[in-house]
C-alpha cells in the first residue's frame, strides 16, 4: 500500500508560497511602508517645503542718470521714451548684479519712474527682486546690495568726479540709495496696482487740490506727485481724520521720493490732524502713502510747486527789539525738509554791542563729537548744534558783525523755529540786579534760590545754601518751607492761611477756576482746599488695599536691594512685555492708559504697538489680572536718546481695563505741577528688574526698595548736566536702587500720615547699578503734568 505525499509548488505558486510565510509579511509591510514614506516626503518637498525655503527679497531705489536731458514724455510710463530709456537702465542694472556674487538669487529690476531732477539729468526710481533661500537671507542686506551698485560705479570715476559709467550709462554715485522694503509695498505701487495716482503741478504756486475719503477705506494707496522742473513740492495737510492706532491701520506717510523707501520718508501721521501745516520736499517729487481702514476717514489738502528758497539776509540790530526783528526757518511755517541752508548777516552799531537770539522753543550748544540731529550751525566759524526744548532759551554772540549759517540735519521733516534778535551790551549782557543764566535768559537776582526755575535749566537754584526758616522773625518764612504740609516752626506760622488765594507760579497749587493757593500739596489729600472742590475731583488714585498686612519697618535688605511685594501693594504697577518677554515697567494712570519712559520705545522695532503687551495687576510674573493688548504709544516730541531729556511716553490700552479688578488694579495719582516731596515723605521704587548689575536671572515677585530723594544740586555733583526734567533717588552706599528690566516703572511717594501715593519719577537711566554715590535718574513726572492730560483727555 502506498502513501500519499504532497507536492511541492513549482514557479510563481513556491514564490508566493515563500512570500506568506509570517515572518516575511512582517518585511514586506515595513518595506511597503518605508517606500510610501520615501515617496510622500519628496512630494512634500518638492511641493511645499522647498517652496517655503524660498521667498522673495524686495528692494526700492535711486540712482540720478547724469548728463541726460530730461524730457516731458519721461513722466509718461507709457511713451516710447519712457520705455527706451526704461528698457535701457534695467539692462544695465541687470548687468551689474548678474556678474555680481548674487548672480544666483537675481530675478528682475523693474524702472518705475523717471523725473526730472533739480541737479540736472533724469531721477530714477526702480524694483529689484531677488529670491532667497532662507538659509541664506542674511546675504541680502540692504547695505550689501547696494554696495554692488556703488562699488561698480567706484569702478569706473574719472578725473574724481561722483559720476561713473556703467556700460556707458553716466551714474551718479552719490545719488545711489536702496532701502529693504515688504512685498506688500511692491505689489501696492506697481504700475498694475488699483490704488496709484499721479498728479502734477505744472505752474508754480497755482494749487493742486487733494482730498482722499473713506471709499478708499481698506487698501494701501499711494499718490505721487511732481512738480515742474526746479522746484519743490510744498504739501499742506488741512485735516486727516483717522483712528490713532500709532500707524498700524490708519496712517499717512510722506516720503521724498516717488517710492516707499524707508531712507525718504519725510513725516508720518498716526493721529488726526485739525490744525492745517505744510510739509516741503528736497526736490520735485513726492510719494503720499495712505493706509485707512473702513470707516468716516478723510484727508484734505493741497500741494504746489515752489522755489527753492534763497535764504541770505543782511540784519540790522537795536539794542530793543520791535515786532519785526525775527529770523525764522527756512520755509517758515513749513516743517523743516532733510536739507535746507540759511545764512543771517548780523550788523551792529558799535563794537560794545553783540547779537542776542531768542528761541521760543530751540537752543544751541556746542558741537560735541555725536553729530547734529535737529540742525547744524556755525557761528563765526564755531559749530553749534540745535536741540528743541520747551522753553525760550536766549544765545548771544559777543561780535559786532557776526554771520550765522545754519543747515538742516535732521532725517525727516522736523518743527520750524523762530527768534526774535535784539543788541546787548557784551560787558553787561543782562541789566543791573539780574543774573545770567546758563540758558541765557536774565532773571532778578532776589529770585535766586526762591524754589522756582526762572532759568528753565534750575542754574537759578542749584548750588544754593538751605534756606533758613526766619521763623518768628521780620522776613515771611522762605517760600520752599511755606505751605508744603509739614510744620517746620514751632508756631505753625508757615503752614497758616495756605488756602487763601494768591498770585499764580511754578510753587503754587492753581484750582481748576485759574486760582492759585499756597497749599503745595493741595490734589486729593482729602481736605477740600479750592473754592471749587477741584482740588479733590478725580482723586480714585493712589490708595492700594493689599490683600496681606504690609510691614511698614520691614528691611529692604536684598530692583537692587529689595524685597518681595505682596499682592495688592503696587495696583499701579505694570510689566510691559515685547514679543512675550520683560523689557519694561509702566504705571496705570486711568482705565485706558499707563505711563512709561521714552527710551523703552526708541528704536524702530520697539515703536510697534503690536509687539507689546500690558500685564496688570500682577505680583509673580505669569500671574496678571489682566494682559491688555497696545494700541499707541505717544513719545514725548522733545525726547533726546543721547542725553535721556524728556524721557516720557504714554500708552493707550486697546480696551480698558474692567473695574471690577479693583483694588488690586487701580491708577496711580499725578502729582500737580507744584506738588513737593520732602524729607517726611517715602519714596518707593517697584519693579521686576535685575537685583543686581551683574545678576544673570530675573527675579519672579514684584521687587520693592525704599530710596531718598536727593536735591538737584546733589545730583548734579554726581552726574554733571542733570536736566531740570530729572530727578535723583537712592541711598548713598548704592544699595537700593532700581536696574536693567525696572525702566518706565514708578517711583512713587507718599506723604506722612499713610495718604495716597503719587508718581513722582519714572525709571530713567543710572550709572550702573547699586554703586556707591550714584543713585538712580528718573523722569521728574510734575514738569510733565500738562503734557500728560493733553493726551490722555
Known sequence: MYRKTRRKPKGLKRFLAYLLNIPHIAIIITAVVFVVMVIIWSLLWVFIFRRESYSGAYFAGMLRVANVEFIPEYRQAESHEFVSMANKIQHVVSSVYKMSSVARLYREAVISDLSNNNKGGVLVHFWMVFIVPQLKSETMCEACIEAILRDSVYTSLKNRSSVGYLLGLPVDMDSILINGVQRSDYTSITADSQCVDKLYANLPGARVPLNVFSSWGGVNCHVKLTSVPGSLIRLTISSFLIEPTDCVNDALTVYDALLPMRGR?????????????????????????????????????????????????????????????????????????????????????????????????????????????????????????????????VFRIPNQNPEMEFRCSSQNSVQPFQASYSSYNISQPCPENHFLCTTGLCVEKSRLCDGLDDCQDESDEVFCSRPTMNCGGNSPPHPLFVCNGETDCSDGVDENNCTQETTCSAIRYQCKSGSCIL????????????????????????????????????????????????????????????????????????SDWLISAAHCFSKERLSDPRYWSAHLGMLTQGSAKYVAEIQRIVVHEYYNSNTFDYDIALLQLKKAWPSSLSPL??????????????????????????????????????????????????CKKRYGPISPRMLCAGVPSGERDACRGDSGGPLSCQAPGGRRWFLIGIVSWGSGCGRPNLPGVYTRVNKFTSWIYSHIN
Open 519 to 590: 497749599k503745595k500739596n493741595a490734589k486729593c489729600d482729602d481736605v477740600p482746599d479750592c473754592q471749587d472742590h477741584s482740588d479733590e475731583v478725580d482723586c480714585a488714585c493712589g490708595r492700594p488695599s493689599p490683600l496681606k498686612k504690609v510691614d511698614s519697618s520691614m528691611g529692604f535688605d536684598r530692583i537692587v536691594g529689595g524685597a518681595n511685594s505682596v499682592e495688592g501693594e503696587w495696583p499701579w504697577q505694570v510689566s510691559l512685555h515685547f514679543s512675550g518677554s520683560l523689557y519694561c515697567g509702566a504705571s496705570i494712570l486711568s
Open 265 to 393: 520718508i519725510l513725516h508720518r501721521l498716526c493721529e488726526s490732524v485739525y490744525n492745517s501745516f505744510s510739509i516741503v520736499s528736497t526736490s520735485n517729487v513726492m510719494l503720499l502713502s495712505f493706509r485707512m481702514t473702513n470707516g468716516n476717514k478723510i484727508f484734505k489738502g493741497h500741494f504746489e510747486a515752489i522755489a527753492e528758497e534763497i535764504c541770505m539776509s543782511h540784519v540790522e540790530t537795536h539794542l530793543e527789539p520791535d515786532v519785526g526783528s525775527q529770523i525764522f526757518s527756512p520755509f517758515h511755517p513749513s516743517l523743516l525738509p532733510p536739507v535746507c541752508s540759511c545764512i543771517w548777516k548780523f550788523g551792529t552799531s558799535n563794537s560794545n554791542l553783540g547779537v542776542a537770539l531768542q528761541f521760543q522753543n530751540y537752543a544751541l550748544k556746542p558741537k560735541e563729537m555725536k553729530g547734529c540731529d535737529s540742525g547744524w550751525w556755525r557761528v563765526n566759524e564755531v559749530i553749534f548744534c540745535g536741540m528743541y526744548v520747551g522753553h525760550h532759551t
Open 665 to 714: 488694579v487701580q491708577p496711580v495719582c499725578l502729582p500737580p505741577y507744584s506738588h513737593t516731596v520732602t524729607d517726611s515723605h517715602r519714596c518707593v521704587v517697584t519693579g521686576w528688574g535685575y537685583r543686581s548689575e551683574d545678576d544673570k536671572v530675573l527675579p519672579s515677585v514684584l521687587q520693592k526698595a525704599e530710596v531718598s530723594m536727593m536735591s538737584q544740586t546733589e
